[in-house]
């Protein structure tokens, strides 16, 4: 397989992990309850568009590189509290920045280096995903 395949490959299970992430947080500002409703409401909605725009950055990505860009949107964790809503987000920015990573190597093995640097900025949004999240799961009883 070339190196260019394998990055659509992976560029595209990428894709439906946002896509995944879109439905999540849309999913989660619904279902949120208690005296914090509103400020998890309005934090969960407000990661809808970041994750969309990186879904959006992806698709046109693997179109550009001869790809064909899934539809595929995997089931996303059920949670019963807002804190598993929490523990389930954490989970995936986590993971989606060891893909990043990993997406980062391949980009590079491709000679994608425009690809490269975008992927770099998905890492910076991530990461402060990631970083809001464990800050809101600090002192949480
Ligand atoms: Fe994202
Ligand atoms: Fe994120």
Do not use: C
Not at 8 to 23: F, K, M, P, R, T
């Amino acid at each position: 397989m070339s190196n260019t395949k394998k990055l659509i490959d992976g560029l595209n299970e990428d894709l439906s992990a946002e896509y995944q992430a879109v439905v999540m947080y849309q999913t989660y500002a619904s279902l949120v309850t208690g005296p914090y409703r509103q400020e998890l409401r309005a934090f969960f909605e407000s990661e809808v568009p970041d994750e969309l725009g990186h879904a959006a950055f992806l698709a046109d990505k693997i179109v550009a590189l001869g790809g064909d860009p899934t539809t595929e949107v995997p089931k996303v964790p059920s949670a019963k509290t807002n804190k598993e809503m929490l523990e389930n987000a954490l989970q995936a920015e986590i993971e989606t920045i060891d893909r990043y990573m990993k997406r980062i190597d391949q980009a590079d093995e491709a000679g994608e280096l425009s690809v490269k640097v975008r992927l770099e900025d998905l890492v910076v949004d991530e990461s402060q995903h990631r970083d809001d999240i464990r800050r809101m799961l600090k002192d949480w009883q």
